[in-house]
Structure formats: C-alpha cells, structure tokens
C-alpha cells in the first residue's frame, strides 16, 4: 500500500503531484490514478451533455446512471466506470467494499408496472456484498442480494439472492460451485480462484499434471504383471483358479 493510499503514512508526493490530485478530486470523487485528462474529458462530457449530473464519482460517458444520489458505495467500488454500463437505482442499490463491474453491466432495481409504464414497481433495493466481480453484461435484477466474494458470468441473469462465495451463471443465474474461504498463508494463496475451482470439482488438469510430474511414473511391484500379458493369476489357496482352471 502506497502512502497515497494509507491516511496513516506521511505524503511523500511532489507539490505537482498533489496539484494533480487535488484537480482530480475537485472534478471527481474516487479518480484517483485516473489520468488527469481522462477526468477532465469525462467531466466536460458530463457537463456538455448534462449526462449522469448526480454521479460524483467517474463515469464512462457511454454509461448511464439514474438516481445516483440512492446509490451507497462503499470503498473502492465506481460503478459505470466501465462503458455501456446501465445503472437503476429507483429503489437503491448497496454495492460494498471493491466490487468489480465489467462493461456492459446492468443493475436494475425496479421494474415497470405492466398495467401502467409510466410507473415503476416497488422492491427492496439491490445488495451487492464486498469483493464480489460482476461479469460482462451481467444483469442484476430488483430486489437481489449477493453475499460476499460473489462471481456472476459473464451475460448471467441474476433474478434471485445467492449467498457469500457462489459462482453463478445462466439465465437465469444458477450456482455452479462455491469457492473457499481464503488460506490464512502457506503455498498456494497467490493461485486464489484457480485452485479453489480445482479442489471444488475435483482437480483440474494442470493439477494433476504438475502431480504427476512431481511424483514420476508410477513404480511397478516386484509381483507385478507386464503390460500387454493376460492370463490367471497365480496359484493360491484363496484364489478362485486351480492351474488355470476354475474351481
């Protein structure tokens, strides 16, 4: 973690450095490490275009977002970041700590009233938990909560709650596994969802070849028989064969 990043660590930036910076948070909320002309062209078209006013935080211009003042964020997280993002928040949406939004997401927290189009339907509003990775164009209906550390694929319709650590995909979403929780430390914490896909469905290819290439070839027992011979065992008490023949 930069000092940037820690309130805690002394500011070693240059003065131009924290100029840029205090340009950036004037323009936008949350752009930091944004190029300085990336936030004043997306703040100009936003001005020009009186596209998203509300958003405090950066928007891609091809993204859209209505009612950003009922949208609580937590750390880390800008949605519509990405482009072609659509975002709803008639009834609010919770999105918790680094949640991770690909293009062409769609969050839609309330629908029309069949009778009526003019109006829309109440519900709950959408809970999205910390950590979780919503794929490309995800569709994330009314009234749904995902849990933490939740990966939703790429073009999943997710018309209902999940749990912390499912992988769902599908329309509609269904789970397909659920991962792990995260290793304390030791060997294999870098590896993350890879092996924790691994050890959910059994162990993936590479797993088992890196195994196979750690032990080597099987080795064969003194009492083994050679590869392409067949025939009865040998004679034994306990055995069903008799020189061959069968009792």
Same mark, same amino acid.
């Given at each position: 973690?930069?000092?940037?990043?820690? +309130?805690?660590?002394?500011?070693?930036?240059?003065?131009?450095?924290?100029?840029?910076?205090?340009?950036?948070?004037?323009?936008? #909320?949350?752009?930091?490490?944004?190029? !300085?002309?990336?936030?004043?062209?997306?703040? !100009?078209?936003?001005? !020009?275009?009186?596209?998203?006013?509300?958003?405090?935080?950066?928007?891609?211009?091809?993204?859209?977002?209505?009612?950003?003042?009922?949208?609580?964020?937590?750390?880390?997280?800008?949605?519509?970041?990405?482009?072609?993002?659509?975002?709803?928040?008639?009834?609010?949406?919770?999105?918790?700590? #680094?949640?991770?939004?690909? &293009?062409?997401?769609?969050?839609?927290?309330?629908?029309?009233?069949?009778?009526?189009?003019?109006?829309?339907?109440? =519900?709950? +509003?959408?809970?999205?938990?910390?950590?979780?990775?919503?794929?490309? #164009?995800?569709?994330? !209906? +009314?009234?749904?909560? /995902?849990?933490?550390?939740v990966v939703v694929g790429a073009g999943a319709v997710v018309t209902k709650s999940? +749990? $912390? #650590?499912?992988?769902?995909?599908?329309?509609?979403?269904?789970?397909?596994?659920? /991962?792990?929780?995260?290793? $304390?430390?030791?060997?294999?914490?870098?590896?993350?969802?890879?092996?924790?896909?691994?050890? &959910?469905?059994?162990?993936? &290819?590479?797993?088992? =070849?890196?195994?196979?290439?750690?032990?080597?070839?099987?080795?064969?027992?003194?009492g083994s028989v050679e590869k392409g011979e067949t025939g009865p065992p040998a004679?034994?008490? $306990?055995?069903?064969?008799?020189?061959?023949?069968?009792?």
């Open positions: 973690m930069s000092s940037y990043d820690d +309130p805690a660590s002394p500011d070693t930036r240059s003065w131009k450095r924290r100029l840029r910076d205090r340009v950036r948070d004037r323009l936008f #909320r949350r752009a930091r490490r944004m190029p !300085l002309r990336q936030v004043a062209m997306w703040k !100009l078209w936003q001005w !020009l275009s009186a596209s998203n006013p509300g958003a405090w935080w950066p928007v891609h211009p091809s993204s859209v977002i209505i009612h950003p003042e009922r949208i609580k964020l937590g750390e880390g997280s800008r949605p519509g970041y990405s482009a072609a993002c659509y975002i709803q928040a008639n009834n609010g949406i919770e999105i918790g700590d #680094r949640v991770g939004i690909a &293009a062409g997401v769609s969050i839609i927290s309330a629908n029309h009233d069949p009778y009526n189009m003019r109006e829309h339907i109440d =519900a709950p +509003p959408i809970k999205i938990g910390n950590f979780c990775w919503l794929g490309t #164009r995800a569709v994330i !209906l +009314p009234g749904v909560e /995902l849990g933490e550390h999940f +749990p $912390d #650590r499912a992988v769902v995909a599908g329309v509609p979403a269904k789970v397909i596994y659920y /991962l792990k929780e995260e290793p $304390d430390g030791g060997a294999g914490e870098s590896a993350g969802g890879i092996e924790r896909a691994g050890e &959910a469905g059994g162990p993936t &290819a590479a797993g088992r =070849a890196a195994q196979q290439e750690s032990s080597g070839p099987p080795a064969e027992d003194e004679d034994d008490e $306990d055995s069903g064969y008799v020189d061959g023949e069968e009792r």
